[in-house]
């Protein structure tokens, strides 16, 4: 763990600047054009798919994903960037991994991305650092967008930060009973909908500095490594890729699809 000395010039639009910042990783990525995505814990298989999709493309044009690390949307968001085009934001030391249950993804974008916490070493999360956590996620990004959320989920007090700061909001349009703090957000006209993905990718693509941003991954996968060793140098990347068709396993070797 080291402490970011420099002044991060989007947290700016914070209530007050954090008193201590640490991180562990790439601080290269804050100097990315970046875009917070965050969301449910539970997602419905139509927000899971539609998360993935946005951040991967945004990802492969130059757009560093920023999300708070949690199950759900969070996950998502980071392991479709690829570890290491995300930085995660943490209720907690970059130490801890919290949720346990991501201990292998925060392990993988600790040693590729980017980890930030305004909490010391061994600090465990508490209600207080959620929030705190939350407002950091938001002011990182040049928008917020939020892939789905309940009126009465966490996420809300994201939305609450962003408003505030005057950030844009943007959504996925959903079914009527689903995810009521975005529709609510549409009803209001306090967020825009993303109807179509490669639009909204190219308003945001950084393309004159990262000319289609490198996935190291699917790089590695062209020297047609079998699947153990895919598994031992990119364990998590290995499943979300299988998952979203890009890699196929052909007699135990890695193909790209």
Avoid: W
Wanted: charged share 25%.
């Amino acid at each position: 763990m080291s402490k970011v000395t420099e002044k991060i010039l989007e947290l700016s639009a914070m209530k007050s600047y954090p008193k201590e910042l640490y991180f562990s990783g790439d601080l290269e990525l804050l100097k990315r054009k970046k875009i917070s995505i965050i969301g449910s814990r539970k997602p419905t298989k139509y927000s899971r798919e539609m998360t993935y999709k946005l951040a991967s493309n945004l990802s492969k044009n130059g757009v560093c994903i920023v999300s708070g690390g949690a199950m759900g949307i969070d996950a998502i968001a980071h392991q479709a960037a690829t570890v290491n085009n995300t930085i995660s934001v943490l209720p907690c030391g970059v130490d801890v991994r919290y949720p346990s249950v991501n201990k292998n993804l925060l392990n993988a974008i600790e040693k590729e991305g980017l980890l930030l916490s305004q909490f010391e070493n061994r600090a465990k999360a508490r209600p207080y650092t959620f929030v705190l956590r939350n407002e950091l996620v938001v002011a990182l990004g040049d928008v917020l967008v939020v892939g789905e959320a309940e009126l009465d989920s966490g996420s809300m007090r994201s939305i609450e930060f962003a408003l505030k700061m005057k950030k844009e909001i943007y959504v996925f349009p959903q079914r009527i009973g689903e995810s009521g703090a975005t529709n609510e957000l549409l009803q209001k006209g306090l967020a825009k909908a993303i109807y179509d993905i490669d639009e909204f990718v190219a308003q945001f693509a950084d393309l004159k500095e990262n000319p289609m941003f490198s996935d190291d991954f699917l790089e590695y996968c062209k020297t047609h490594p079998t699947y153990e060793e895919a598994l031992q140098r990119y364990p998590t990347r290995v499943f979300e890729a299988e998952l979203s068709g890009e890699i196929a396993i052909v007699n135990a070797v890695v193909q790209i699809v």
